[in-house]
């Protein structure tokens, strides 16, 4: 297993504003990342977490730094780096079924027919959603069309699979009922994660290790914090241990002591 | 039956007896202007009111006496072939030309000033040029049509691919989709409900347009035919005229919508 898995080096985003000086987003963020590690990555609203996501997965290009995988550069979007997004992003003329299909025909095209549906139905049925799978995303819930994205994310079998606020928009039993997916699948096919998250919880229960950012502009990783919890956790039992605890106390400290945002 | 049901059927009835009247009251007062009972023994055969036994429009629309006499059918015909004629060529040039517009910011800056700029000219404006163009009345129609249906489409279309969210292009850049794929996986079917609204105004407009465009260049088709029965002082058939343009007019647009219904994938699914 190679220590420099994903590694993120100086990395510096700034926006240029017409007729005014540049926003520097974040900049001089240093990230090395282990295989099969699940990052969480915490700030305040603005501090630039999508942008720094929005990079790794190459939609956006940074405008100093370099970010490697496998110590290759990353340059432009790719396959190897799939993106759940906040808003699902499933395609609605698509059936679940063939949202899937989509992007593992197109990712593996060296498949045959047979081995595609194997595979399509493998994950559909790796988040529980077998008797959905012919249902257009506009007839399902919110939180079963976020598990078909993160279905879809992991068809294409990613060395990185990157989620912003995967589970920003769905209420809390869905969330955790999501984040139960999340870790079972997890034990079953280790999978390198990057999850932005505004929720303390979420970022300690789900992760190996929580990234603290400062706060934009020129925001950059300001602590970073090691969760030393077995697995597989269980969210009822968490509540009472004194590592998930300290965990807890660490984050909220960053975020509320020494980072607070008075705007908010 | 309940009470909505009732309603749908008498008001209409009620509004139908209401013109009847008018239509009397007018035919009382401009001589000659045809009554209603006269139009309607002028389209379904029988003995009108100056005791004349009359062959109806619509009860022998299929006659052929010659190339200039022909059934009410054959008009029609005549006429919808050119629209449809007409309409197809412009989809399959208006849809790539709106695809391209859509897509690209040059080609937008390039096209929209004289898609804006043609768009507001009534087609019949062309009509003398394309005349003169192609010395044919069938061309010259089908080419009027064409200018017609063109720019709904074009506009429709390229509004279409520039309501594609920027999250399902993220998926196709995820994923590697060539500009192809990317047209034929994301940008159409995001169109397609756009497309077929555009489709739908311009077959409406190209049905107003044909029978105006067929006053000018004489020869057959349902609005030459209505000309002709004014130079004839058949006035009852200008009437039936009007009701039949009327009628396909609106048995097109129903037909139209459902197969846009059929390819919309906001209406499926939410039912
Ligand atoms: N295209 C852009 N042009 C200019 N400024 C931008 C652009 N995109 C983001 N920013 C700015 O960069 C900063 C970081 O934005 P970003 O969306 O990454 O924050 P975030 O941490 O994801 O916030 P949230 O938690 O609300 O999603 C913000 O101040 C934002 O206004
Ligand atoms: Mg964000």
Known sequence: ?264 | MNSEMIKKTVLPLLVFLFILQVWSGIAHVVADFPTPSDTYVAAFGGINEAGDEMVGVLSDPFYVNNQDDKGIFWQIVASLERVFAGFVLAILVGIPIGLFVGMSKSAQYALNPFIQIFKPVSPLAWLPLLLFIFQDINMTAISTIFITSIWPIIINTALGVKSVSQDYMNVAKVLRFSPLEKIVQIILPVSVPFIFTGMRLSLGIAWLVIVAAEMLTGGIGIGYWIWDEYNNLNYHNIIIGIIVVGLIGFILDIVMGKIADYFDYTKKGRA
Request: hydrophobic share 40%.
């Open chain 1, 1 to 264: 297993m190679s220590e420099k898995f994903l590694s993120l080096e100086g990395i510096e985003k700034r926006f240029p504003i017409p007729g005014k000086e540049d926003y520097i987003a974040v900049t001089d963020v240093n990230l090395e990342i282990k295989k099969d590690e699940i990052i969480a990555i915490i700030g305040h609203s603005g501090c630039g977490k999508s942008t720094l996501l929005n990079m790794i997965s190459g939609l956006d290009a940074q405008t100093k730094g370099a970010i490697l995988l496998e110590n290759k550069h990353v340059e432009g979007p790719g396959p190897e780096r799939a993106v759940v997004f906040q808003n699902h992003s499933l395609l609605p003329w698509l059936s679940v079924y063939q949202n899937i299909e989509m992007a593992v025909k197109k990712v593996m095209p060296q498949l045959s027919a047979p081995e595609l549906r194997d595979r399509v139905e493998k994950f559909i049925s790796m988040v529980n959603l077998e008797h959905a799978k012919d249902k257009l995303p506009g007839e399902i819930s919110g939180g079963m069309k976020q598990r078909v994205g993160i279905a879809r994310a992991l068809s294409i079998q990613p060395k990185v699979l990157l989620m912003d606020e995967p589970f920003g928009a769905l209420d809390s039993l869905t969330r955790a009922n999501l984040q139960e997916h999340l870790m079972r699948i997890q034990q079953n096919v280790k999978n390198t994660v990057i999850i932005i998250t505004h929720d303390i919880d979420e970022a300690v229960l789900l992760s190996d290790r929580v990234i603290m950012m400062t706060n934009g502009p020129e925001a950059t990783i300001g602590e970073i914090l090691e969760v030393n919890l077995p697995r597989p956790r269980n969210r009822v039992e968490l509540q009472s241990n004194p590592e998930y605890i300290r965990c807890r106390e660490a984050i909220l400290s960053f975020l509320y002591e020494k980072f607070a945002k008075d705007d908010e």
